[in-house]
Each structure stands twice: as structure tokens, then as C-alpha cells.
């Protein structure tokens, strides 16, 4: 990524005027950590025999001691005992990380006969989800969960906090400092001097709060192809499922010409990459942007404008109808 301090992103919204904003996001969250919302007391939920202290249940006894994550066959074992998963047994140089003896090829057949015993509560049981697995489907569940956190969907810096969306509302506020409204329309502008020397760039995010939730707004450059081009495009705050209850559109012109796009707002359990490279939003070639900017086309002086509305059902017709917000 390249150094951003010379971009500058100059927005306004629901008919505020202007205004200059410079951002620098290439800025790392040191202090930031990560926002852990997991339960770490499942081990309390009915797989604890009676008498068994939990330091030594067997959901703990199931836990590989260099990552901590639930161990899956094959589940290895060095000649004193000491267990640990496939995946860090690669990474320790072949030395048991308790006792430090070589491992070899020892599987703990005893413990994965245990495992295939088990059912468990989902490990995001604390935020909200009700299920129970075998023990071998808890992985495979757990990846897709409704209930898992959701990944900053911060872009221009690695971040990698999780957590819920309120928190990651104030997160956003608070560590990236990104713009905030309320409305449901927008009028951003958006500005670089020297356009023809920016390959890649991510402009300051912005977050848009209405029907309750929440959007984030992202414009870019970055090569297509062989092309230079701009996208903007909208994320929803949520699941797949709800995001596909709203929908937006995107509109840049100038001249007497212009350029838009409508689509419905992706979830931010796609990555900020994912969506950029779906080509997924509004794209605007370099030198249209630079025509729409006007003048001798040296400076991007882009003006998108966008609102997001709500389909709501018709109970007569059977069709969907928009609801914009006031």
C-alpha cells in the first residue's frame, strides 16, 4: 500500500456543505486488540463428568497447546504424552513445545476416539447461538456461524480487530476515525492533486447510519487490468441475508454526461479485497474521472452522490417497493 498522507477526501452529507478532510491511513493500531466476545466456560455446558475439576476436562485436554485451537485428527503425540495438532506439529521443528522431546509420527488415537464421543455447544454459544455439534461438525459450523464476530472492515491499514457491530462502530470512530453521518443520502467529493501518480489508493472510509444500521462507503484506485480506474462501491454492516433488504445506486458527471450505478450493498463478511476485485460497484475509468473533474484534467475533483433505500414487500401486489428514508 502505498503512502496516503498527500490524499486528501473532501466529502458532505444530506446537503451539509463541503468540507476538507485529510487522511492519513496508512496508520497501524498497535494499542488496538482485538475484541473477543468468546465464552471460554463451554467447557461448563454437559461435557464436564461429574467430579472432573475443569482444568483437566476434556474439551481443555482437546485444546492444542501452541495455538489453543480444538484439535482435529490426526491428533499428534510425543513419547511422554504431550498432544498438539496437525497443523503446528509442522511448525515446531519437530520438538514436543511441553517437554521438548522429538515427536516423531505418534498419534493419540485414544483422545480422537474421545473426540468422536463429544457433542458441543458452538464455541459463539456466549453471543447468542443455540447450536450443539458433534464434535468433528463444530469446526465446519463455526466458520460459517451467524454469530461469529464480524472483522473490522477497516481498508488502507491491517486491522485486526473483531467483534460485534456495535463495538465495531466505536472502534471505527474511535481508533480509525472515520467519518460518521446519519441520512441515508450522500454527496461526497473526493480529491487528489497529481491523479496520473496513484496507482493504488484507498480513501478515507465513511460510515452511514440509517434504518437502524449501519453502510460503509469505500472509494479506491487501483489497476484493472492495464487500466487505471476508481470504484466506488457500498458495504452492509450485517449478514448476506439482511444486507440484501436494502439496496443503492451511485452517480458521477459532469459535463452533461454522467456515469451510475445500482446495485444491493455487500456484507462485510466479504473482505473490502473480495468485494474490489467481484468489480462489484460503480468504476470509473481515469481519464473519464479526470474529465469529469474538469479543468485542465491535472486534479481529481470527483463529486459522487448516492442514497440506499429499503425494499419493503407490497402485501397486495407481491412486489417489492422502495422506502427511502427521509
Not at 58 to 75: A, D, F, G, K, Q
Not at 80 to 86: D, P
Not at 147 to 166: H, K, L, M, Q
Not at 198 to 209: P, R, Y
Amino acid at each position: 500500500m502505498m503512502d496516503l498522507n498527500t490524499i486528501e477526501c473532501a466529502s458532505s452529507s444530506d446537503g451539509l456543505e463541503d468540507e476538507e478532510i485529510h487522511s492519513q491511513i496508512t496508520h497501524q493500531f498497535a494499542s488496538s486488540k482485538p475484541h473477543n466476545n468468546n465464552n471460554n466456560n463451554n467447557n461448563n455446558l454437559g461435557i464436564i463428568p461429574p467430579g472432573l475439576p475443569p482444568a483437566t476436562s476434556v474439551h481443555e485436554l482437546l485444546e492444542c497447546p501452541v495455538c489453543t485451537n480444538s484439535m482435529y485428527p490426526p491428533i499428534h503425540q510425543c513419547h511422554n504424552g504431550h498432544t498438539l495438532c496437525s497443523t503446528c506439529k509442522t511448525q515446531v521443528q519437530n520438538r514436543c513445545p511441553t517437554c521438548r522431546q522429538e515427536l516423531g509420527n505418534i498419534r493419540c488415537l485414544a483422545l480422537e476416539k474421545v473426540a468422536e464421543s463429544l457433542e458441543l455447544p458452538c464455541r459463539y454459544f456466549s453471543l447468542g447461538c443455540p447450536e450443539i455439534f458433534p464434535y468433528y461438525s463444530k469446526l465446519k459450523h463455526e466458520a460459517l456461524c451467524n454469530f461469529r464476530p464480524y472483522n473490522c472492515p477497516y481498508a488502507g491499514s491491517e486491522c485486526s480487530v473483531t467483534g460485534d457491530i456495535p463495538f465495531l462502530v466505536t472502534h471505527l470512530r474511535d481508533d480509525h476515525k472515520v467519518d460518521m453521518h446519519t441520512g441515508c443520502t450522500f454527496n461526497h467529493r473526493y480529491v487528489k492533486s497529481n491523479p496520473r501518480e496513484v496507482e493504488n489508493a484507498t480513501w478515507m472510509l465513511t460510515v452511514f447510519h440509517c434504518f437502524g444500521q449501519y453502510f460503509c462507503l469505500h472509494f479506491e484506485a487501483f489497476q484493472l487490468g492495464m487500466a487505471p480506474v476508481y470504484m466506488a462501491f457500498l458495504r452492509f454492516m450485517g449478514d448476506e441475508a439482511d444486507a440484501r433488504n436494502y439496496s443503492y445506486s451511485l452517480e458521477v458527471g459532469a459535463n452533461g454526461r454522467k456515469l451510475t450505478w445500482e446495485g444491493t450493498p455487500r456484507s462485510i463478511r466479504d473482505s473490502h479485497r473480495k468485494v474490489r476485485d467481484s468489480h462489484d460497484g460503480l468504476i470509473i475509468q481515469r481519464n473519464m474521472a479526470l474529465f469529469f473533474s474538469g479543468g485542465d484534467r491535472k486534479e481529481l475533483k470527483l463529486r459522487v452522490t448516492g442514497k440506499i433505500w429499503k425494499e419493503q414487500q407490497n402485501p397486495e401486489g407481491g412486489v417489492c417497493i422502495p422506502n427511502l428514508c427521509s
